[in-house]
């Protein structure tokens, strides 16, 4: 499946835009593992779990709110699987496409949602606009097609938005989610990837941390020039890292010698 590069493209399914074979920063994360890492992920790919079904319902609830009323139902509060009728109304709608999301998730979602509506900065942000539009470009270092999917672009002050479900939406918490899950990296991404698409720059790329439980609070922060520039630096690594494994065919894990290893420093004391 080919899509034109270096271009903001509309209309592209969730589902074709994953099927591309360009890497995207999922991938990334996979390569700084290890090129072996990455394989088993291709190899899993499009599994979805519960973490990742509540997530993307959250997105379409308050980003496509048309698409969540197209592609979800919500299962009545009184609803039974279990019976035959029940089990055969299950059938029909997963015949028909549909994602199925249970009453109690909904209404976690709906108060999340409100949240992110009553914080001034997150609301605002998120009322000019386009969401999950796609982005292709080829690498200048490596030639490596690239892409990514920003959930929000704001069109008035050019900024990148993304939502990000947490368990704390403190500036503390958050910073240690940004480290372990390298949301840094992935903001440096997709800034270039916006401007192979337009030739300029986002201003910022701004995140709405959302708590996954009451009150489902909510944090919204940009990051300063050094966490964007160490983004930079670690996918630039990280697409070398690729690239070399596609070019030699070696998709191995760690060294494949010996290795001395000692115990980490705090183990000492």
Same mark, same amino acid.
């Given at each position: 499946?080919?899509?034109?590069?270096?271009?903001?493209?509309?209309? @592209?399914? *969730?589902? &074709?835009?994953?099927?591309?074979? /360009?890497?995207?920063? =999922?991938?990334?994360?996979?390569? !700084?593992? %290890?090129?072996?890492?990455?394989?088993?992920?291709?190899?899993?790919?499009?599994?979805?779990?519960?973490?990742?079904?509540?997530?993307?319902?959250?997105?379409?609830?308050?980003?496509?709110?048309?698409?969540?009323?197209?592609?979800?139902?919500?299962?009545?509060?009184?609803?039974?699987?279990?019976?035959?009728?029940?089990?055969?109304?299950?059938?029909?709608?997963?015949?028909?496409?549909?994602?199925? @999301?249970? *009453?109690? &998730?909904?209404?976690?979602?709906? /108060?999340?949602?409100? =949240?992110?509506?009553?914080?001034? !900065?997150? %609301?605002?942000?998120?009322?000019?606009?386009?969401?999950?539009?796609?982005?292709?470009?080829?690498?200048?270092?490596?030639?490596?097609?690239?892409?990514?999917?920003?959930?929000?672009?704001?069109?008035?002050?050019?900024?990148?938005?993304?939502?990000?479900?947490?368990?704390?939406?403190?500036?503390?918490?958050?910073?240690?989610?940004?480290?372990?899950?390298?949301?840094?990296?992935?903001?440096?991404?997709?800034?270039?990837?916006?401007?192979?698409?337009?030739?300029?720059?986002?201003?910022?790329?701004?995140?709405?941390?959302?708590?996954?439980?009451?009150?489902?609070?909510?944090?919204?922060?940009?990051?300063?020039?050094?966490?964007?520039?160490?983004?930079?630096?670690?996918?630039?690594?990280?697409?070398?890292?690729?690239?070399?494994?596609?070019?030699?065919?070696?998709?191995?894990?760690?060294?494949?010698?010996?290795?001395?290893?000692?115990?980490?420093?705090?183990?000492?004391?």
């Amino acid at each position: 499946m080919n899509f034109a590069l270096n271009t903001i493209l509309r209309g @592209i399914s *969730n589902a &074709d835009y994953h099927a591309h074979e /360009a890497i995207s920063k =999922s991938g990334l994360d996979k390569i !700084a593992i %290890s090129p072996a890492h990455y394989q088993a992920y291709l190899q899993g790919k499009g599994k979805r779990t519960a973490v990742l079904e509540f997530g993307s319902a959250l997105h379409d609830y308050i980003l496509l709110p048309q698409n969540f009323q197209n592609d979800y139902i919500v299962l009545p509060e009184a609803f039974n699987s279990r019976t035959k009728d029940g089990k055969a109304q299950l059938e029909a709608w997963q015949e028909d496409g549909k994602i199925i @999301i249970k *009453n109690e &998730d909904f209404e976690k979602i709906q /108060a999340m949602a409100q =949240s992110v509506q009553n914080h001034p !900065a997150a %609301s605002e942000l998120l009322k000019v606009g386009e969401s999950e539009v796609s982005i292709f470009w080829q690498d200048e270092n490596t030639s490596e097609l690239c892409r990514c999917r920003p959930d929000f672009l704001n069109e008035q002050y050019n900024i990148i938005v993304d939502l990000k479900t947490t368990q704390d939406a403190s500036p503390k918490g958050f910073a240690k989610s940004m480290a372990n899950y390298r949301y840094h990296v992935q903001a440096a991404f997709y800034m270039q990837g916006f401007y192979q698409a337009t030739g300029i720059y986002p201003e910022r790329f701004i995140f709405v941390a959302i708590e996954k439980e009451p009150p489902y609070a909510v944090g919204v922060y940009d990051l300063n020039n050094a966490a964007i520039e160490l983004g930079r630096e670690l996918y630039q690594r990280d697409l070398l890292t690729f690239h070399q494994a596609k070019q030699s065919h070696q998709w191995q894990a760690y060294n494949q010698g010996i290795e001395t290893l000692s115990l980490p420093a705090w183990a000492f004391y």
